[in-house]
């Protein structure tokens, strides 16, 4: 089995930081890529940021406030956000393309997201 952990959500007022850290454990031969992505109330889940061994990718409205980075010696993925604004409020979600073991394919895992809430 894969796991995908997520921790660092909560509540902050807008300008603030938080930083996001997702965990992949299990039989896992291989990371395609790791990343992030949020749905809000009401709305479509979205990418927020992927990182993969070829690029890094962010949405256009995280551009210059977000930062995603990973550590492949223990599969985690970070995501440091800055100057937090409230339409930042969203559930964020990991997501991984990996391949385990046993397996012939690589498949998408997700986590069971974190809450981050920005208010006054």
């Known amino acids: 089995q894969v796991q995908l952990v997520e921790s660092g959500g909560g509540l902050v007022q807008p300008g603030g930081s938080l930083r996001l850290s997702c965990a992949a454990s299990g039989s896992i031969i291989r990371i395609n890529s790791m990343g992030w992505y949020r749905q809000a109330p009401g709305k479509q889940r979205e990418l927020v940021a992927i990182t993969s061994t070829s690029s890094i990718n962010y949405a256009d409205s995280v551009k210059g406030r977000f930062t995603i980075s990973n550590d492949d010696t223990k599969n985690t993925v970070y995501l440091q956000m800055n100057s937090l604004k409230p339409e930042d409020t969203a559930v964020y979600y990991c997501?991984?393309?990996?391949?385990?073991?046993?397996?012939?394919?690589?498949?998408?895992?997700w986590g069971q997201g974190t809450q981050v809430t920005v208010s006054s």
């Open positions: 997501q991984a393309n990996l391949q385990k073991f046993g397996t012939p394919w690589s498949a998408d895992y």
